[in-house]
């Protein structure tokens, strides 16, 4: 990065003449320029930013300024910021110990001109931050809380079985002859077995017969090559791209230092193509295998009875069951369900819920009108129940 610096002079209205455009540098001889109209020292704070800005190029290079280019032009405008005079308003160099204008003492006279700073927007912006937080850190940590409350909320509330039923069912199953087929290469011949008391059968297989090619699967296999293409991406170096960028610092004695400062960046731009390559061909094709029918036994449904009841009656220790057959090559499949109702009162009205029941035995230790309590969620849904 290649840095140039030089020193130039800024330009000034004249405000006794209204003369503009005066340059700052000071002539052969003299430490201040004068009006070339009236003959006016030149004064401070007379727009010389302003002339600056003006005559800047798009990099921020000054256009047409004249350069401090004597060692004794560089001196004073090396030498520091002017002063202003307390006492008659005047214009002094750094090195004055004495106003020009009036003789008074630098000492009685105000301090060397303030080129200006960023202290207060710095600290403007700090109280933005500040503010910033506050206001979004005190909504989340409210809806957080809110958010927690409402999912581990629930009410322990009293409760009342109104209801219980009970259903003993009973599936009739007989052993009969079936035809039914299954892949070849699967099926070994075997006698049936027929039940005894309902069970030890074994189904059994015998005449094998009617085999045919069916449908199994559809297999993958190697079928030659294919020329595949991928999109892809690359990043392409544009090179470097640089310029220049400059800045000036007021000296605050009508020079101004200017720094130019050569700026580089490389860019770059994404370029697709396509990349292919010969890669292995899979086809389908059809696995047929031999599908036969043959005869074996299985369990068929033959009827179904069932007894059900409410509220048993205390002392009860064993519900009934339904009647069963009991011909040969018959078997029975039991089934029990236990249903109890609980009503719970609410502010919303009652609400009743049904409950499965473990077993027989738990279910004969209820009784109707027995208190339970109940733990309801939120939305009032029932999420157990404590008897
Ligand atoms: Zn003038
Ligand atoms: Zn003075």
Redesign the pocket.
Known sequence: MARTTRIIWGKWD??????KG?SAEPPPGETQP???????PREQNAGEAAYLDNARDSSGRVLGANVADTAREVAIATAGADWTCGRCGGDNRAGNPQCDGCGASRNDALAPRNLGGSALPLLSSGKGLAALILTVMVPLGGWGGFHLYTTNYTQDLPGTITSLHWQHTVDLQTFVPATTGDWHAGLVESPAVMPVNGAGESPGVADIRDCEQRHHHDEQYACGTENVCVQKSRSVDDGQDCHEVCSTSDNGNGSFTETCDDVCSTSSHTEYYEECHDQTKYCSRSIDLEWCTYDTWRWEAAGQVELHGEDPAPGTTDLPWPGQGSGELQRTVRSEDYQVEYTIPEETGPKTTWDPVADQADFLGLRLGQKVRATVGWEGNVLSVHR
Not at 34 to 40: A, E
């Open positions: 004249c405000s006794t003449c209204s003369t005066i004068r009006c070339p109209h009236c003959g006016n």
